[in-house]
Protein backbone atom coordinates (compact mmCIF):
# COMPACT_ATOMS: atom_id res chain seq x y z
CA UNK A 1 0.00 0.00 0.00
CA UNK A 2 2.99 2.06 0.69
CA UNK A 3 4.90 1.79 -2.41
CA UNK A 4 1.51 2.19 -4.75
CA UNK A 5 0.98 5.64 -3.22
CA UNK A 6 4.45 6.61 -3.65
CA UNK A 7 4.94 4.91 -6.61
CA UNK A 8 1.49 6.30 -8.01
CA UNK A 9 0.11 3.04 -9.14
CA UNK A 10 -3.10 2.39 -7.26
CA UNK A 11 -5.45 4.32 -4.85
CA UNK A 12 -7.75 3.27 -2.32
CA UNK A 13 -10.76 5.16 -1.88
CA UNK A 14 -13.96 5.38 0.87
CA UNK A 15 -16.55 6.13 -1.23
CA UNK A 16 -15.34 3.48 -3.48
CA UNK A 17 -15.03 0.99 -1.37
CA UNK A 18 -13.06 -1.63 0.44
CA UNK A 19 -11.11 -4.20 -1.65
CA UNK A 20 -12.11 -1.95 -4.78
CA UNK A 21 -9.02 -0.36 -5.65
CA UNK A 22 -8.39 2.19 -8.73
CA UNK A 23 -5.78 1.81 -10.82
CA UNK A 24 -3.58 4.82 -11.76
CA UNK A 25 -2.27 4.98 -15.50
CA UNK A 26 1.14 3.67 -14.21
CA UNK A 27 -0.75 1.13 -12.46
CA UNK A 28 -3.02 0.13 -15.21
CA UNK A 29 0.44 -0.29 -17.66
CA UNK A 30 1.95 -2.38 -15.17
CA UNK A 31 -1.73 -4.61 -15.03
CA UNK A 32 -1.69 -4.60 -18.72
CA UNK A 33 1.43 -6.00 -19.14
CA UNK A 34 1.01 -8.78 -16.92
CA UNK A 35 -2.15 -9.92 -18.84
CA UNK A 36 -0.26 -9.55 -22.60
CA UNK A 37 2.17 -11.64 -21.27
CA UNK A 38 -0.16 -14.27 -20.10
CA UNK A 39 -1.85 -14.34 -23.35
CA UNK A 40 1.06 -14.39 -25.17
CA UNK A 41 1.77 -17.75 -23.18
CA UNK A 42 -1.41 -19.44 -23.14
CA UNK A 43 -1.71 -18.63 -27.05
CA UNK A 44 1.52 -20.60 -27.54
CA UNK A 45 -1.00 -23.89 -26.36
CA UNK A 46 -3.82 -23.24 -27.73
CA UNK A 47 -5.93 -20.88 -25.29
CA UNK A 48 -8.07 -18.60 -27.57
CA UNK A 49 -9.60 -15.75 -25.83
CA UNK A 50 -13.31 -15.05 -24.95
CA UNK A 51 -15.35 -12.26 -23.32
CA UNK A 52 -18.25 -13.18 -20.66
CA UNK A 53 -20.29 -10.62 -18.96
CA UNK A 54 -19.95 -9.76 -15.10
CA UNK A 55 -23.46 -11.23 -14.15
CA UNK A 56 -25.92 -13.69 -14.62
CA UNK A 57 -29.10 -15.48 -13.05
CA UNK A 58 -28.91 -17.32 -10.65
CA UNK A 59 -30.18 -20.47 -12.28
CA UNK A 60 -26.41 -20.97 -14.12
CA UNK A 61 -24.85 -20.87 -11.01
CA UNK A 62 -27.43 -23.40 -9.46
CA UNK A 63 -26.26 -25.82 -12.36
CA UNK A 64 -23.05 -25.30 -11.83
CA UNK A 65 -22.82 -26.19 -8.03
CA UNK A 66 -21.49 -22.91 -6.78
CA UNK A 67 -25.05 -21.52 -5.59
CA UNK A 68 -25.23 -24.69 -3.18
CA UNK A 69 -21.36 -24.50 -2.20
CA UNK A 70 -20.11 -21.22 -2.61
CA UNK A 71 -23.60 -18.97 -2.34
CA UNK A 72 -22.74 -16.86 0.75
CA UNK A 73 -19.57 -15.81 -0.89
CA UNK A 74 -21.44 -14.29 -4.13
CA UNK A 75 -22.57 -10.55 -4.66
CA UNK A 76 -26.70 -11.01 -5.50
CA UNK A 77 -27.87 -8.55 -7.51
CA UNK A 78 -31.16 -7.71 -7.90
CA UNK A 79 -33.26 -6.46 -11.11
CA UNK A 80 -36.24 -3.29 -11.11
CA UNK A 81 -37.44 -5.49 -14.19
CA UNK A 82 -37.09 -8.71 -13.75
CA UNK A 83 -38.18 -11.37 -11.07
CA UNK A 84 -35.33 -13.33 -10.80
CA UNK A 85 -32.20 -12.79 -9.26
CA UNK A 86 -29.12 -12.19 -10.57
CA UNK A 87 -25.61 -12.93 -8.86
CA UNK A 88 -22.08 -11.04 -9.99
CA UNK A 89 -19.84 -14.02 -10.89
CA UNK A 90 -16.65 -14.99 -8.89
CA UNK A 91 -15.38 -17.28 -11.53
CA UNK A 92 -16.18 -17.86 -15.52
CA UNK A 93 -16.09 -21.19 -15.46
CA UNK A 94 -20.14 -22.04 -15.39
CA UNK A 95 -20.07 -19.74 -18.37
CA UNK A 96 -17.50 -21.16 -20.98
CA UNK A 97 -19.98 -24.21 -20.11
CA UNK A 98 -22.12 -22.22 -22.06
CA UNK A 99 -19.70 -21.16 -24.71
CA UNK A 100 -19.29 -25.29 -25.30
CA UNK A 101 -22.92 -25.97 -24.97
CA UNK A 102 -23.80 -23.73 -27.58
CA UNK A 103 -23.54 -26.16 -30.62
CA UNK A 104 -22.99 -30.08 -31.04
CA UNK A 105 -19.14 -30.86 -30.98
CA UNK A 106 -17.30 -33.34 -32.37
CA UNK A 107 -14.28 -35.45 -30.81
CA UNK A 108 -12.46 -33.95 -33.67
CA UNK A 109 -12.88 -30.30 -31.90
CA UNK A 110 -11.22 -31.73 -28.94
CA UNK A 111 -9.17 -30.08 -27.15
CA UNK A 112 -11.60 -26.36 -27.42
CA UNK A 113 -9.42 -24.13 -25.26
CA UNK A 114 -11.25 -20.63 -23.79
CA UNK A 115 -9.55 -18.07 -21.84
CA UNK A 116 -11.10 -15.28 -20.14
CA UNK A 117 -10.06 -11.95 -18.28
CA UNK A 118 -13.04 -11.46 -17.62
CA UNK A 119 -13.86 -8.87 -14.18
CA UNK A 120 -14.87 -11.35 -11.43
CA UNK A 121 -16.46 -10.41 -7.79
CA UNK A 122 -16.15 -12.31 -4.08
CA UNK A 123 -17.83 -10.80 -1.15
CA UNK A 124 -15.08 -11.01 0.92
CA UNK A 125 -15.03 -10.17 4.72
CA UNK A 126 -14.08 -6.50 5.34
CA UNK A 127 -11.28 -7.58 7.98
CA UNK A 128 -9.68 -9.96 5.66
CA UNK A 129 -9.76 -7.38 2.51
CA UNK A 130 -5.62 -6.53 2.26
CA UNK A 131 -4.23 -4.08 -0.06
CA UNK A 132 -3.56 -6.02 -3.73
CA UNK A 133 -3.99 -9.04 -2.51
CA UNK A 134 -7.38 -9.97 -1.25
CA UNK A 135 -9.73 -8.18 -3.20
CA UNK A 136 -13.72 -7.82 -4.30
CA UNK A 137 -13.42 -7.24 -7.58
CA UNK A 138 -10.56 -8.52 -9.69
CA UNK A 139 -9.64 -10.54 -13.30
CA UNK A 140 -7.93 -14.18 -13.83
CA UNK A 141 -5.59 -15.21 -16.59
CA UNK A 142 -8.46 -18.00 -16.33
CA UNK A 143 -8.70 -20.70 -18.67
CA UNK A 144 -11.35 -23.63 -19.26
CA UNK A 145 -10.00 -27.08 -21.34
CA UNK A 146 -12.84 -29.08 -22.76
CA UNK A 147 -11.08 -32.21 -23.74
CA UNK A 148 -10.86 -35.98 -23.93
CA UNK A 149 -9.95 -38.41 -21.25
CA UNK A 150 -6.73 -39.24 -23.40
CA UNK A 151 -5.77 -35.75 -23.50
CA UNK A 152 -5.72 -35.13 -19.66
CA UNK A 153 -1.94 -35.59 -19.48
CA UNK A 154 -0.61 -33.82 -22.43
CA UNK A 155 -2.81 -30.50 -21.40
CA UNK A 156 -1.51 -30.56 -17.87
CA UNK A 157 2.11 -30.92 -18.94
CA UNK A 158 1.28 -27.93 -21.49
CA UNK A 159 0.33 -25.91 -18.79
CA UNK A 160 2.81 -27.20 -16.62
CA UNK A 161 5.28 -25.90 -18.98
CA UNK A 162 4.09 -22.27 -19.33
CA UNK A 163 3.76 -21.44 -15.82
CA UNK A 164 7.50 -22.94 -15.48
CA UNK A 165 7.77 -20.36 -17.99
CA UNK A 166 6.42 -17.49 -16.38
CA UNK A 167 8.25 -17.87 -12.87
CA UNK A 168 11.52 -17.85 -14.32
CA UNK A 169 10.48 -14.19 -16.16
CA UNK A 170 9.15 -13.21 -12.97
CA UNK A 171 12.44 -14.45 -11.08
CA UNK A 172 10.21 -16.40 -8.50
CA UNK A 173 10.85 -20.26 -7.03
CA UNK A 174 7.85 -22.17 -6.46
CA UNK A 175 6.95 -25.56 -5.70
CA UNK A 176 3.40 -27.65 -6.11
CA UNK A 177 1.09 -28.60 -4.47
CA UNK A 178 -1.60 -31.30 -4.72
CA UNK A 179 -4.58 -30.13 -3.51
CA UNK A 180 -6.84 -33.46 -2.48
CA UNK A 181 -10.04 -33.16 -1.02
CA UNK A 182 -11.37 -34.46 2.15
CA UNK A 183 -13.18 -37.34 2.61
CA UNK A 184 -13.92 -36.79 6.06
CA UNK A 185 -16.09 -33.83 5.17
CA UNK A 186 -17.64 -34.89 1.65
CA UNK A 187 -20.26 -32.32 1.81
CA UNK A 188 -18.38 -29.60 1.18
CA UNK A 189 -17.76 -30.55 -2.78
CA UNK A 190 -19.42 -31.83 -5.63
CA UNK A 191 -19.50 -35.60 -6.88
CA UNK A 192 -19.72 -39.44 -5.98
CA UNK A 193 -16.53 -40.57 -3.86
CA UNK A 194 -15.57 -42.74 -7.24
CA UNK A 195 -14.79 -39.88 -9.28
CA UNK A 196 -12.90 -38.22 -6.82
CA UNK A 197 -10.43 -41.81 -6.43
CA UNK A 198 -9.95 -41.50 -10.10
CA UNK A 199 -9.46 -37.80 -11.00
CA UNK A 200 -6.97 -37.58 -7.92
CA UNK A 201 -5.04 -40.86 -9.40
CA UNK A 202 -4.87 -39.14 -12.70
CA UNK A 203 -2.88 -36.44 -11.38
CA UNK A 204 -0.79 -38.74 -9.13
CA UNK A 205 0.15 -40.26 -12.21
CA UNK A 206 0.88 -37.23 -14.40
CA UNK A 207 3.36 -35.89 -11.21
CA UNK A 208 4.92 -39.42 -11.11
CA UNK A 209 5.47 -39.44 -14.73
CA UNK A 210 7.15 -36.06 -14.74
CA UNK A 211 9.10 -36.24 -11.28
CA UNK A 212 7.62 -33.19 -10.00
CA UNK A 213 8.53 -32.87 -6.68
CA UNK A 214 5.09 -32.29 -4.87
CA UNK A 215 3.77 -31.82 -1.11
CA UNK A 216 -0.17 -33.38 -0.71
CA UNK A 217 -2.83 -31.07 0.66
CA UNK A 218 -5.97 -32.53 2.28
CA UNK A 219 -9.06 -30.30 2.06
CA UNK A 220 -7.43 -27.77 -0.32
CA UNK A 221 -9.09 -28.87 -3.79
CA UNK A 222 -11.91 -27.10 -5.65
CA UNK A 223 -15.50 -28.25 -4.80
CA UNK A 224 -15.89 -30.59 -8.30
CA UNK A 225 -12.22 -31.83 -8.54
CA UNK A 226 -8.31 -32.18 -7.37
CA UNK A 227 -5.78 -29.45 -8.29
CA UNK A 228 -2.09 -29.04 -8.56
CA UNK A 229 -1.49 -25.79 -7.38
CA UNK A 230 1.60 -23.52 -7.76
CA UNK A 231 3.10 -22.20 -3.86
CA UNK A 232 5.39 -19.59 -5.40
CA UNK A 233 8.35 -17.66 -2.72
CA UNK A 234 9.09 -14.02 -3.26
CA UNK A 235 12.03 -12.07 -2.46
CA UNK A 236 10.87 -11.70 1.32
CA UNK A 237 10.46 -15.79 1.59
CA UNK A 238 6.62 -15.35 1.75
CA UNK A 239 4.66 -18.08 0.17
CA UNK A 240 2.04 -17.35 -2.38
CA UNK A 241 -0.74 -19.72 -4.10
CA UNK A 242 -0.90 -18.53 -7.82
CA UNK A 243 -1.04 -20.97 -10.66
CA UNK A 244 -3.40 -23.56 -10.92
CA UNK A 245 -4.49 -26.39 -12.70
CA UNK A 246 -7.61 -28.36 -11.65
CA UNK A 247 -8.94 -31.55 -12.86
CA UNK A 248 -12.67 -31.52 -13.50
CA UNK A 249 -15.57 -34.69 -14.29
CA UNK A 250 -18.13 -33.03 -12.01
CA UNK A 251 -19.47 -29.70 -14.23
CA UNK A 252 -19.40 -31.00 -17.79
CA UNK A 253 -21.83 -33.79 -16.87
CA UNK A 254 -24.18 -30.99 -14.33
CA UNK A 255 -24.28 -29.29 -17.53
CA UNK A 256 -25.03 -32.23 -19.86
CA UNK A 257 -22.05 -31.26 -22.13
CA UNK A 258 -21.19 -33.72 -24.39
CA UNK A 259 -19.32 -34.03 -28.18
CA UNK A 260 -19.98 -36.94 -30.92
CA UNK A 261 -17.16 -40.14 -30.26
CA UNK A 262 -15.54 -41.89 -33.10
CA UNK A 263 -18.35 -44.54 -32.73
CA UNK A 264 -20.77 -42.12 -32.90
CA UNK A 265 -21.77 -42.16 -29.15
CA UNK A 266 -22.55 -39.24 -27.46
CA UNK A 267 -19.90 -38.63 -24.36
CA UNK A 268 -19.11 -36.17 -21.66
CA UNK A 269 -15.78 -34.40 -22.38
CA UNK A 270 -13.30 -33.80 -19.10
CA UNK A 271 -12.97 -29.79 -18.29
CA UNK A 272 -9.34 -28.81 -17.38
CA UNK A 273 -9.29 -25.02 -15.10
CA UNK A 274 -6.28 -23.31 -15.06
CA UNK A 275 -4.24 -20.26 -14.54
CA UNK A 276 -0.91 -19.16 -15.08
CA UNK A 277 -0.60 -16.20 -12.51
CA UNK A 278 -4.28 -16.27 -11.13
CA UNK A 279 -5.75 -12.95 -10.86
CA UNK A 280 -3.26 -10.31 -11.87
CA UNK A 281 -4.27 -7.56 -9.70
CA UNK A 282 -3.11 -9.87 -6.75
CA UNK A 283 0.00 -11.01 -8.82
CA UNK A 284 0.38 -7.05 -9.47
CA UNK A 285 0.73 -6.53 -5.60
CA UNK A 286 2.98 -9.58 -5.19
CA UNK A 287 5.39 -8.30 -7.66
CA UNK A 288 5.35 -4.40 -6.45
CA UNK A 289 6.66 -5.71 -2.82
CA UNK A 290 8.30 -8.80 -4.66
CA UNK A 291 10.31 -6.38 -6.66
CA UNK A 292 10.45 -3.63 -3.85
CA UNK A 293 8.85 -1.18 -6.49
CA UNK A 294 11.65 -1.74 -9.13
CA UNK A 295 10.31 -3.35 -11.99
CA UNK A 296 12.34 -5.05 -14.73
CA UNK A 297 12.33 -3.20 -17.88
CA UNK A 298 9.62 -4.74 -19.64
CA UNK A 299 6.86 -4.38 -16.90
CA UNK A 300 8.09 -0.96 -15.65
CA UNK A 301 5.22 2.08 -15.86
CA UNK A 302 8.23 4.36 -16.96
CA UNK A 303 11.06 2.21 -18.81
CA UNK A 304 13.07 5.33 -19.29
CA UNK A 305 13.70 9.05 -17.61
CA UNK A 306 15.62 10.85 -20.41
CA UNK A 307 17.45 13.57 -18.44
CA UNK A 308 19.17 16.52 -20.06
CA UNK A 309 21.51 18.14 -18.08
CA UNK A 310 20.17 22.07 -18.28
CA UNK A 311 17.14 23.61 -20.75
CA UNK A 312 20.10 24.23 -23.18
CA UNK A 313 19.50 20.35 -24.37
CA UNK A 314 16.16 20.35 -24.33
CA UNK A 315 16.46 20.35 -28.45
CA UNK A 316 18.63 16.96 -28.38
CA UNK A 317 16.58 15.24 -25.85
CA UNK A 318 13.60 15.57 -27.97
CA UNK A 319 15.14 14.04 -30.73
CA UNK A 320 16.03 11.27 -28.29
CA UNK A 321 12.49 10.66 -27.37
CA UNK A 322 11.44 10.72 -31.24
CA UNK A 323 13.36 7.21 -31.48
CA UNK A 324 11.11 6.02 -28.55
CA UNK A 325 8.14 7.13 -30.02
CA UNK A 326 8.49 4.67 -32.82
CA UNK A 327 9.95 1.83 -30.90
CA UNK A 328 7.48 1.69 -28.30
CA UNK A 329 9.62 2.43 -25.34
CA UNK A 330 7.70 4.36 -22.38
CA UNK A 331 9.73 7.47 -21.46
CA UNK A 332 9.40 10.91 -19.86
CA UNK A 333 11.15 13.81 -20.60
CA UNK A 334 12.70 14.99 -17.15
CA UNK A 335 12.26 19.09 -18.72
CA UNK A 336 12.03 20.82 -15.45
CA UNK A 337 13.76 23.62 -14.58
CA UNK A 338 16.27 21.77 -11.99
CA UNK A 339 19.66 20.73 -11.12
CA UNK A 340 20.81 17.23 -13.07
CA UNK A 341 21.23 16.25 -9.58
CA UNK A 342 17.49 16.41 -8.45
CA UNK A 343 16.14 15.14 -11.62
CA UNK A 344 18.40 11.96 -10.94
CA UNK A 345 17.09 11.90 -7.69
CA UNK A 346 13.35 12.09 -9.01
CA UNK A 347 13.96 9.32 -11.65
CA UNK A 348 15.45 6.88 -9.16
CA UNK A 349 12.65 7.68 -6.69
CA UNK A 350 10.25 6.66 -9.41
CA UNK A 351 12.45 3.52 -9.65
CA UNK A 352 12.55 3.94 -13.76
CA UNK A 353 14.66 1.54 -14.62
CA UNK A 354 16.82 3.30 -17.38
CA UNK A 355 18.09 7.19 -17.00
CA UNK A 356 20.20 8.24 -20.13
CA UNK A 357 21.66 12.09 -19.68
CA UNK A 358 22.04 13.68 -22.54
CA UNK A 359 24.49 17.06 -22.73
CA UNK A 360 26.75 19.43 -24.97
CA UNK A 361 29.20 16.02 -25.66
CA UNK A 362 26.82 13.80 -26.18
CA UNK A 363 24.64 15.79 -28.41
CA UNK A 364 28.01 16.54 -30.31
CA UNK A 365 28.76 13.01 -30.55
CA UNK A 366 25.25 11.94 -31.08
CA UNK A 367 25.42 9.43 -28.62
CA UNK A 368 23.66 9.36 -24.97
CA UNK A 369 25.22 8.64 -21.31
CA UNK A 370 22.74 5.20 -20.27
CA UNK A 371 22.50 4.80 -16.30
CA UNK A 372 20.57 1.99 -14.97
CA UNK A 373 21.43 -0.62 -11.64
CA UNK A 374 24.71 -2.18 -13.77
CA UNK A 375 26.25 1.27 -14.15
CA UNK A 376 27.00 3.85 -16.56
CA UNK A 377 28.32 4.03 -20.72
CA UNK A 378 28.09 5.91 -23.81
CA UNK A 379 25.82 4.30 -26.14
CA UNK A 380 25.23 5.90 -30.51
CA UNK A 381 22.48 7.06 -31.10
CA UNK A 382 21.52 5.16 -33.86
CA UNK A 383 22.44 2.17 -31.54
CA UNK A 384 20.26 3.05 -28.85
CA UNK A 385 16.85 0.69 -29.43
CA UNK A 386 18.72 -2.28 -29.88
CA UNK A 387 20.85 -2.01 -26.96
CA UNK A 388 17.86 -1.30 -24.41
CA UNK A 389 16.25 -4.61 -25.95
CA UNK A 390 19.04 -6.58 -24.95
CA UNK A 391 18.65 -5.31 -21.18
Known amino acids: RILGEKLDLFVVSELTGAGLPLYTPKGTIVLKEI ?15 VQTPNMNRAELFKVSGHYEKYKDDMFKVTSHYAKEDFYLKPMNCPQHTQLYAARKRSYKELPIRFADFAQLYRDEKTGELSGLTRLRAFSQDDGHCFCQEEHIETEFENVLAI ?4 MQTYGMEYKIRLSLWDPKQPEKYLGQPSIWKKSQQLLKNILAKNNIEHIEAIGEAAIYGPKMDLISKDSLGREWQISTIQLDFIMPERFGLTYTDTDGKEKTPVMIHRAIVGSPERFFGILLEHYAGAFPLWLSPIQIAIIPISEKHLDYASAVAKKFQVSGFRFQVLDENESLGKKIREATAWKIPVQLIVGPKDKEAREVSVRTQSGEEKVALQDLTSYLEKL
Not at 35 to 49: C, R, T, V
Open 35 to 49: KKYSNELQQEIGYQE
Open 163 to 166: IKKA
